[in-house]
């Protein structure tokens, strides 16, 4: 390995590309510091390799934060598919290794995520620029003004239950899918709130609104990092997590206790009542080759088991 070598690099056909040299990062650096707006270089295997102060303000990250991290970690779950889209577009528009004659930059409405967990819309020219001899993708990011932003604002509601504000069932489902299209491991659970119909019987609707709303907002709040909740249905939610290295690293039960304890740790209060609220859950650990719907009616069933032992 020569000096400045940094990290290896594996391409899509699975050979081991020449790695980034300091002499290249230094060159990137240089270039990202010449441009007026904010703007963030990323290798072809998806590493950030520079980025502006103009971007550390978009993103609310400084430079040396960003730097060596997957550009993934700046791009909401839920876009990252469309993501990956817009790379391949740019390899077949520059198809010129070690070039960039007749290539054109895709520009489009993006979505970013920021440091404290923040999306925000952004303006994004993307194209494939040649630095000191090797290829980098350049993203170049303008906020967007109030109005497209709020067009934006109201996509975002669309796509969460009104009730909870958590996510709906085919946006939850999105990310579930996604992450079984990289087959990467995943911990699914069905959480279902008990004994619903009798608090609405004896109190109202309102009275089981404010339960769901509890759960919910609970739910959402003990969540990791790298996790999806969202209203499935009814007096249903469901939680799903992926740690990205080993699937056996889920522990289904500690998971499961977690949950409830999350949920079910305090009363919900409700007009000048103390209502107590319970949930069952089931857990299942996606299997290899396992689709989602299999995965999902293993983690209802599991929820009816864990249902059907408790007193009624």
């Given at each position: 390995?020569?000096?400045?070598?940094?990290?290896d690099?594996?391409v899509?056909d699975?050979?081991v590309?020449?790695?980034i040299?300091?002499?290249?990062?230094?060159?990137?650096?240089?270039?990202v510091?010449?441009?007026?707006?904010?703007a963030?270089v990323?290798?072809m295997?998806?590493?950030?390799?520079?980025?502006?102060?103009?971007?550390?303000?978009i993103?609310d990250?400084?430079?040396?934060g960003?730097?060596?991290?997957?550009?993934a970690?700046?791009v909401p779950?839920?876009?990252?598919a469309?993501?990956?889209?817009?790379?391949?577009?740019?390899?077949?528009?520059?198809p010129?290794a070690g070039?960039?004659?007749?290539?054109r930059?895709?520009?489009?409405?993006?979505?970013?995520?920021?440091?404290?967990g923040?999306?925000?819309?952004?303006?994004?020219?993307?194209?494939?620029?040649?630095?000191?001899g090797?290829?980098?993708?350049?993203?170049?990011?303008?906020?967007?003004?109030p109005?497209?932003d709020?067009?934006v604002?109201w996509?975002?509601r669309?796509?969460?239950?009104d009730?909870?504000?958590?996510?709906?069932?085919?946006?939850?489902?999105?990310?579930?899918?996604?992450w079984?299209?990289?087959?990467?491991p995943?911990a699914?659970?069905?959480?279902d709130?008990?004994r619903l119909?009798?608090?609405?019987?004896?109190?109202?609707h309102?009275?089981?609104d404010?339960?769901?709303?509890?759960?919910?907002?609970?739910?959402h709040?003990?969540s990791?990092?790298?996790?999806?909740v969202g209203?499935?249905?009814?007096?249903?939610f469901?939680?799903?997590?992926?740690?990205g290295?080993?699937?056996?690293?889920?522990?289904?039960?500690?998971l499961?206790?977690s949950?409830?304890?999350?949920?079910?740790?305090?009363?919900?209060?409700?007009?000048?009542?103390l209502l107590v609220?319970?949930?069952?859950?089931g857990?299942?650990?996606?299997e290899?080759?396992?689709?989602?719907?299999?995965?999902?009616?293993?983690a209802?069933?599991l929820?009816y088991?864990?249902?059907a032992?408790?007193?009624?």
């Open positions: 390995m020569s000096e400045g070598v940094t990290k690099s594996v899509s699975g050979t590309d020449e790695a040299t300091d002499e290249q990062r230094a060159a990137v650096a240089e270039f510091a010449s441009v007026p707006m904010a963030m990323h290798s295997q998806f590493e950030v390799v520079g980025a502006n102060t103009l971007c550390e303000e993103l990250c400084p430079v040396q960003m730097l060596g991290r997957p550009v970690d700046f779950l839920g876009d990252r469309s993501a990956k889209n817009m790379a391949l577009q740019l390899e077949h528009r520059y010129v070039s960039s004659e007749g290539g930059p895709i520009g489009a409405l993006r979505r970013v995520r920021r440091s404290d923040e999306v925000v819309s952004c303006w994004m020219h993307v194209g494939i620029s040649t630095i000191a090797r290829r980098f993708i350049v993203a170049l990011l303008d906020l967007v003004n109005v497209v709020d067009t604002h996509r975002d669309a796509e969460r239950d009730l909870t504000g958590l996510l709906r069932r085919g946006p939850l489902l999105a990310h579930v899918d996604e079984i299209a990289a087959d990467r995943v699914l659970a069905f959480v709130v008990d119909k009798s608090i609405n019987d004896a109190h109202g309102p009275a089981g404010a339960v769901l709303e509890a759960a919910g907002r609970r739910l709040q003990w990791p990092r790298g996790s999806v209203r499935y249905a009814g007096d249903e469901v939680f799903a997590v992926t740690d290295v080993d699937g056996s690293s889920f522990d289904s039960a500690g499961a206790d949950i409830r304890d999350a949920i079910c740790g305090e009363p919900v209060p409700f007009d000048s009542r609220v319970s949930v069952s859950v857990v299942a650990v996606r290899a080759g396992e689709s989602r719907d299999r995965l999902i009616r293993r209802d069933e929820m088991r864990d249902k032992s408790r007193p009624t």
